[in-house]
């Protein structure tokens, strides 16, 4: 049996389609490894949203280089993913050793790829057509075992001006809303205690099936489902957020109480040249009236610093946004340049000190709030998942509230996969430590 090893680059969707893959190989006979060096074929699902991601690639790459030439040649090199479906054929031009390459729209063409490369004298196979169909919905299995993810939509038809990925995933595609129901459903039945739904924009979900369906519906019908999991979702844009949404959130008992909401600038102008669709005081609005409605709920977002034309006043109101809004954990980015965008054509590109540099005041401005709002937990019985010992002492397990916050404690690694509830003894700004009720 051949043995294929994948490693995975980029955000949940790339997981996602990670774990599709290795169920595809499988189905096709083919020996899923972890070791990229007892391995007949390596594949790498990448990510190229920064510039960061592609020079991780390259790295191993080159690592890959080295491993083949050792094994006389005899690997098979896959190279998937954004990254991939952006780059094409530049991909194999650049890097000859690259045997395969398939962009994330074609992954149901994976296992013929390597048939193809290995039974006959083609040098090299490379698909990556926009194909705008949904890529196959197999019955992926997840590694932990506990959180399985869906995803809803493909595709985005936003087109932020710094984002690339609407260039690489293509229009928007909504899964119909049966088979998300009966996806959700096998996972659950098979154990799964989390699904996460995934999209792009999920709360634009539906907006192309003409059904009436949308994600407030999708949301309430999966809280009907039976069994005890936790339903979680990512991302929704702030600008699709309605008030159903919000409201089925707050009274759905599956549904965590967690919302990330990307902010990504905190000045109208800078907004307006991102084409986010909102003002700071839209949004500042709708995250008030979130935790309003939703009591406890904890909301995360995504910022980026140093995007073209950014000056200290603008800054200035990415961290007053910060600040009013008090989120519980946010990824912050250095605006990084991707070619094709319109954000990349703009003159005003910032000076990559000055991004450092509020990168990191911003960096110490959340760590504070995160602080504080974990500070919150201290005294209080809370509801985790237990995922499994921590990394530092396999006495230790580490587990997650709804609200998205790491809870350590002592207790049996039978739970694993498990709710249960902790009592918070002690807070620090990233981790909540406690014992077992
Ligand atoms: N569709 C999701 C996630 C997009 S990618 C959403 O809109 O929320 C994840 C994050 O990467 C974005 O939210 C943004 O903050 C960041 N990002 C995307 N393109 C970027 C770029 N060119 N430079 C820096 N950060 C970027
Ligand atoms: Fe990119 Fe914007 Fe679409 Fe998110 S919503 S994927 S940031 S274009
Ligand atoms: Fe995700 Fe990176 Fe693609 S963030 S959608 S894997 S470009």
């Not at 893959?21 to 006979?29: D, F």
């Not at 924009?201 to 999991?229: C, H, M, P, Q, T």
């Not at 912050?332 to 000055?354: H, L, P």
């Amino acid at each position: 049996m051949k043995k294929v090893a994948i490693l995975t680059y980029g955000c949940q969707m790339n997981v996602n389609e990670s774990a599709k893959i290795k169920k595809l190989l499988e189905n096709n006979s083919y020996e899923v490894i972890e070791d990229i060096k007892n391995a007949d074929v390596v594949f790498l699902n990448t990510c190229t949203v920064r510039e960061g991601a592609a020079t991780q690639i390259f790295g191993k790459l080159g690592e890959l280089k080295n491993i083949k030439e050792k094994k006389d040649n005899k690997m098979v090199i896959g190279v998937t993913g954004c990254f991939a479906q952006e780059q094409g054929e530049e991909l194999i031009n650049k890097f000859n050793y690259i045997d395969i390459v398939i962009g994330n729209q074609n992954i149901a063409k994976l296992p013929k790829a390597i048939e193809d490369i290995t039974n006959s004298d083609l040098k090299h196979v490379i698909f990556t057509n926009n194909e705008d169909e949904l890529p196959p919905s197999l019955e992926a299995d997840f590694e932990n075992g506990f959180s399985a993810s869906i995803a809803i939509t493909y595709g985005c038809n936003n087109f932020c001006t710094y984002c690339i990925v609407p260039y690489v995933r293509g229009r928007e595609r909504s899964v119909p809303m049966d088979e998300i129901i009966e996806e959700t459903k096998k996972f659950v039945n098979k154990g799964y205690k989390e699904i996460l739904l995934l999209g792009q924009n999920v709360n634009s979900y539906g907006k192309d099936l003409n059904s009436g369906e949308n994600f407030a519906k999708l949301l309430e019908e999966l809280n009907k489902i039976e069994g005890e999991f936790w339903i979680r979702f990512t991302s929704p844009h702030p600008r699709d957020f309605t008030d159903d949404v919000i409201n089925v959130i707050a009274k759905s008992e599956k549904v965590t109480k967690s919302v990330h909401l990307p902010l990504q600038a905190g000045s109208t102008r800078i907004l307006n040249l991102m084409n986010r669709g909102y003002t700071k005081e839209e949004y500042i609005a709708l995250a008030n009236k979130i935790k309003e409605k939703i009591p406890g709920v904890a909301l995360t977002t995504d910022i980026i610093v140093g995007f073209p034309y950014e000056t200290e006043e603008d800054f200035l109101d990415t961290l007053d946004v910060v600040e009013k809004v008090k989120y519980d954990n946010a990824f912050m980015f250095m605006y990084s340049k991707r070619s094709g965008t319109k954000a990349a054509e703009m003159d005003g590109q910032i000076d990559d000190n000055i991004k450092k540099e509020r990168l990191q005041r911003l960096i110490n401005l959340q760590n504070e709030c995160s602080k504080k709002n974990s500070n919150i937990y201290k005294g209080k019985i809370v509801k985790v998942l237990v995922e499994g010992p921590s990394k530092k002492n396999k006495q230790v397990l580490s587990s997650r509230t709804g609200t998205n916050k790491v809870v350590l404690f002592e207790g049996n690694i039978n739970l694993k996969g498990t709710f249960v509830n902790v009592e918070i003894t002690e807070t620090k700004t990233w981790t909540l430590y406690g014992k077992l009720v």
